[in-house]
């Protein structure tokens, strides 16, 4: 939250801190204030191995060390130089809520708390609700409360996102022609200088003019631009200079996490479950994975039938990809047969991302599918999972996002992407051209 000049107080809704545990860090001088409602609600998502119940339970152990038995006093001191937090009891819902709302539940409860705290401070202080659910935002805004978004790991710009590529036109013809010769190399200081282009560590090229071009790549530790071509992965070529740009770097092992957005019929996941394949014997297990959104807030139980039959509809895209590769050979091709006998070994496994919890990542090459439907923190908890020798690969289309609180600028993909776009390790290819068919194509565009 950006520093204000006079303190205001903010009021914090339940997906707040199931989104970030730490986020009563993060509003500087700025007083804070937590409905009982809300500590009622983490309360039934304090079971569980989801992301949302480590925060829940974190974030109780954080708010009973900082305030004791202070909480419900006039809140306690969040440090030199921040506010105070406090937990804020209410014998129901207002009268005013009551009148224009009528049921009473837990968003209400929240309203109502709002009004009462605004009413009892002096008049020029700020109270602003903080919460990720719009719907309670536009309520708060039509009886006078001011709301927000939780922006603190918000990007500020999708539009300018990192794209991981550049084209360079007019480009000198005798350049490209040492990157044919070997070494397949040339030093890239003088090229950036030359065409006043960022140096990014991995970025993507295409050199071209009229006559000539070429597909490179900026190796950070060298600082050369080096050729790279179209290379085939278990049986999947690519069809356009982004895939082979993405072939290249899911199949780099000196980079260890790459991330792939693009749209519908890109190849986002198809190309890392091939070059996962391709580059097998690097790693001791494939470990492919999902987040399964529509349960991310309710227990598992809520549907019908065993637990292998509730999650199969959310895996089977992974299969469905998985299949296409294995079509790329006969039957009786040992290629094709590979693959059921990595499956047999769980050499290569496929399983919701919440499996995770418990593994070591040990040269694993661990995709992770459907990246944008995570929040920054579930991003940091894979990464920071990492161990020696593993890769880690997150696809996702950054626009297309099932998760209620997350949008284009506030998802982990994209936070991912903004925060890692200079590291050595890093390397992102944003795929643009479908090339799942031209009706798929066209649909993606017009629709």
């Known amino acids: ?31 804070i204030v937590i409905p009982l ?4 609600e983490l309360d039934h998502f304090k079971r569980g191995s ?23 006093n006039g809140g306690v001191s969040l440090g030199r130089g921040k506010g105070k937090v406090r937990v804020h009891i209410s014998k129901g819902l207002s009268k005013e809520i009551t009148e224009i709302f009528k049921e009473d539940n837990a968003d209400h409860r929240i309203l109502s708390v709002a009004m009462e705290v ?70 890239a200081a003088p090229i950036m200088k030359k065409y006043k282009t960022e140096y990014v560590p991995n970025k993507y090229f295409i050199l071209r003019n009229q006559n000539y071009s070429v597909l490179t790549y900026l190796d950070p530790n060298k600082e050369l631009f080096k050729r790279i071509d179209k290379v085939t992965a278990y049986g999947i070529k ?78 089977q895209p992974l299969w469905d990809n998985l299949k296409v590769i294995q079509d790329q050979y006969p039957e009786s091709d040992k290629q094709h047969q590979l693959i059921n006998q990595l499956l047999k070994d769980q050499k290569l496994v496929i399983e919701p991302l919440s499996y995770i919890r418990g593994r070591s990542l040990q040269r694993i090459y661990f995709i992770v599918d ?24 997150l696809t996702g289309d950054i626009y297309q996002i099932d998760h209620p609180y997350l949008d284009s600028q506030s998802n982990g993909l994209s936070y991912l992407i903004d925060h890692f776009k200079n590291q050595k390790l890093y390397a992102h290819i944003n795929l643009e051209k479908g090339e799942r068919s031209e009706l798929a194509e066209l649909a993606s565009n017009l629709l």
């Open 370 to 393: 459907e990246a944008q439907n995570l929040t920054p923190h579930e991003i940091k908890t894979i990464i920071t999972r990492a161990g020696e020798g593993a890769k880690i690969v």
């Open 37 to 40: 409602t809300v500590i009622e």
């Open 1 to 31: 939250m950006a520093k204000s000049k006079s303190p205001k107080t903010f009021i914090l809704d339940t997906n707040v801190i199931l989104h970030d545990s730490t986020c009563i860090t993060q509003f500087q001088e700025n007083d």
């Open 50 to 72: 989801q992301v949302i119940n480590l925060n829940a339970r974190e974030f109780a152990r954080k708010l009973d060390a900082i305030t004791g038995n202070e909480i419900f």
């Open 118 to 187: 605004k009413r009892k401070l002096p008049a020029n202080r700020v109270v602003i609700l903080v919460t990720k659910d719009v719907n309670l935002r536009m309520k708060a805004k039509a009886i006078g409360i001011p709301a927000e978004d939780y922006s603190t790991d918000r990007i500020s710009n999708v539009e300018e996102l990192y794209s991981g590529k550049e084209i360079i036109e007019d480009f000198n013809s005798d350049i490209i022609a040492a990157l044919y010769k070997v070494p397949f190399e040339v030093q």
């Open 238 to 315: 690519p069809r356009n200079a982004e895939q082979a740009f993405a072939v290249d770097a899911l199949m780099n092992p000196d980079i260890p996490l790459v991330s792939i957005t693009g749209k519908a019929g890109t190849g986002k996941t198809l190309l890392a479950l091939a070059a996962s394949l391709q580059s097998k014997r690097n790693y001791r297990q494939i470990y492919v994975a999902r987040p399964v959104v529509p349960l991310s807030n309710k227990d598992i139980g809520y549907l019908p039938g065993d637990v292998e039959s509730k999650l199969a509809p959310y895996m």
